[in-house]
């Protein structure tokens, strides 16, 4: 990367450090795509290889358990069985590790929504929600929601806490959507960009978190107008292969 070290500024070198850390998680990401898809058979139709991909996927970031208990995620349901579904979605894809990181900091506070738009994620702090206040909401505490229908929207909306947690893991997507949109680089969903660019690119690790491990199938069966991916793993290998890998990655490597 060539930088005029007059121009160099805190957040220059932090973009920079930050894609430098990003090619090793690219690197493995790249490997364990490539041995998965070797042995998948050949024929398979997008939404085939989708489920098979996202399933083998998760079979291996399980093994990364290595004999350790499973980690259940600390929440309180607001609703009957919010919690149990959060944990079933969470107990398929998501490393433990960082289910016992988020436990330590606090707990989500969960109710679920029977309409996806208004799915939701926020930081609780004192004061946010006036219905569950104080009583309730300690810090270190996220507040979401929980869609039975789709998974990926659970792991987007909890791929938020995780950027929170891991502001180190995070800024590696956010540095690779800026340093494409400083060269003019194209991506598969124009929420990497377009979505709340005022607060960072915070829409990039939790849009391609959902894009790799979760299913929109159901959903788009429910709601065929609307244009969301019919498992996109395919799609996300193939157009955005930098950022598809580089989910890959840390979800196999990221330890903190
Ligand atoms: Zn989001």
Same mark, same amino acid.
């Not at 090619?23 to 058979?41: C, N, Q, T, W």
């Not at 979605?89 to 029977?114: E, F």
């Given at each position: ?9 805190? +957040? ?8 430098? $850390? ?16 070797? $042995?998948?058979? @050949? ?9 098979? =991909? ?49 436990? +330590? ?18 930081? +609780?702090?004192?004061?946010? =929600? ?56 194209? =991506? ?38 609307? @244009? ?7 799609? =996300?290998?193939?157009?955005?292969? @930098? ?9 196999l490597r990221w330890k903190e």
């Amino acid at each position: 990367m060539n930088v005029d070290v007059k121009s160099l500024s805190a +957040a220059v070198v932090d973009d920079a450090l930050a894609l430098l $850390a990003a090619e090793r998680y690219i690197d493995v990401g790249r490997a364990v795509a490539d041995s998965i898809i070797g $042995a998948l058979p @050949e024929d398979l139709t997008e939404e085939q290889f989708g489920k098979q =991909f996202a399933l083998r996927l998760a079979t291996r970031v399980q093994r990364t358990r290595k004999g350790k208990k499973k980690a259940t995620i600390a929440v309180v349901s607001l609703s009957k069985g919010a919690g149990q579904t959060l944990q079933g979605v969470l107990d398929k894809c998501i490393p433990d590790d960082w289910i016992r990181k988020s436990n +330590a900091v606090g707990r989500l506070i969960t109710g679920k929504i029977d309409d996806v738009k208004q799915s939701r994620y926020i930081w +609780a702090s004192k004061g946010v =929600f006036r219905e569950i206040r104080d009583i309730l909401i300690h810090d270190g505490d996220s507040v979401m929601t929980v869609y039975d229908k789709i998974a990926s929207v659970n792991v987007h909306e909890f791929a938020h806490r995780l950027q929170k947690l891991y502001p180190d893991l995070d800024m590696m997507f956010q540095s690779i959507v800026r340093r494409r949109l400083r060269d003019g680089g194209k =991506f598969i969903d124009s929420q990497y960009a377009d979505l709340y660019p005022q607060k960072g690119y915070i829409e990039a690790l939790p849009l391609s978190l959902e894009r790799l491990l979760g299913q929109h199938f159901d959903y788009l069966r429910d709601r065929p107008e609307l @244009e969301v991916p019919v498992w996109g793993q395919k799609e =996300f290998l193939e157009k955005d292969p @930098e950022l598809a890998y580089l989910t890959i990655g840390v979800l196999l490597r990221w330890k903190e």
